[in-house]
Antibody, heavy 121, light 107 residues
Framework: QLQLLESGPGLVKPSETLSLSCTVS??????????WGWIRQPPGKGLEWLGS???????YDNPSLKSRVTISVDTSKNQFSLKLSSVTAADTAVYYC?????????????WGPGTSVTVSS | DIQMTQSPSSLSASVGDRVTITCRAS??????LSWYQQKPGKAPNLLIY???ILQSGVPSRFSGSGSGTDFTLTISSLQPEDFATYYC?????????FGQGTKLEIK
């Protein structure tokens, strides 16, 4: 069945750019039924949606991140990616990628296991 | 942004109890409401979408109801594996937003 797997550095310095990828296996990222998203969870806190992308490249992101977020898709690699610029300690979190299912009213029906990112010098 | 408010924030209950968690949206979201279960160290797991439709493979003791601004998640008879944190989430409009979570603990 379809699986997602996040990858990227576990440690990022303040003011630098956090870069993560999500590899989709067992299915195509180019399906018209799905969007693909990023969600994060700071230690001991709740969930925050960062943004989503369609295979065509159209994106939606969270204005609370003040244009620091860039989400892109590479259909040839069956991957999508997250870049978060000018990071601070407040960006320390577990970052998840997920599939948003249009048939499920955009419920997130498949998640990656998450990758922990710490922002520290 | 649409604010999602869950209550209670935490709940103690016993195996076999019936439990209800409430989620309120700051404006109408029709039925664009999902519920997730999250266990420590794990990714969230979709339980219910479209406010009341049970995701495939989820036990039938879970049910959801509501539309507009008020929603509930009910567990009819708690099992040991149900002790976890539950989140509601609206997908009516971006930015998609989650409730703050309800931690369900063993009494």
């Amino acid at each position: 069945q379809l699986q997602l797997l996040e990858s990227g550095p576990g440690l990022v310095k303040p003011s630098e750019t956090l870069s993560l990828s999500c590899t989709v296996s067992g299915g195509s990222i180019s399906s018209s039924t799905y969007y693909w998203g990023w969600i994060r969870q700071p230690p001991g806190k709740g969930l925050e949606w960062l943004g989503s992308i369609y295979y065509s490249g159209s994106t939606y992101d969270n204005p609370s991140l003040k244009s620091r977020v860039t989400i892109s898709v590479d259909t040839s690699k069956n991957q999508f990616s997250l870049k978060l610029s000018s990071v601070t300690a407040a960006d320390t979190a577990v970052y998840y990628c997920a599939r948003l299912n249009k048939n499920y009213y955009y419920g997130m029906d498949v998640w990656g296991p998450g990758t922990s990112v710490t922002v520290s010098s | 942004d649409i604010q999602m408010t869950q209550s209670p924030s935490s709940l103690s209950a016993s195996v076999g109890d019936r439990v209800t968690i409430t989620c309120r949206a700051s404006q109408s979201i029709s039925s664009y409401l999902s519920w997730y279960q999250q266990k420590p160290g794990k990714a969230p797991n979709l339980l219910i979408y479209a406010a009341s439709i049970l995701q495939s493979g989820v036990p039938s003791r879970f049910s959801g109801s509501g539309s507009g601004t008020d929603f509930t998640l009910t567990i009819s008879s708690l099992q040991p594996e149900d002790f976890a944190t539950y989140y509601c989430q609206q997908s009516y409009s971006t930015p998609y937003t989650f409730g703050q979570g309800t931690k369900l603990e063993i009494k």
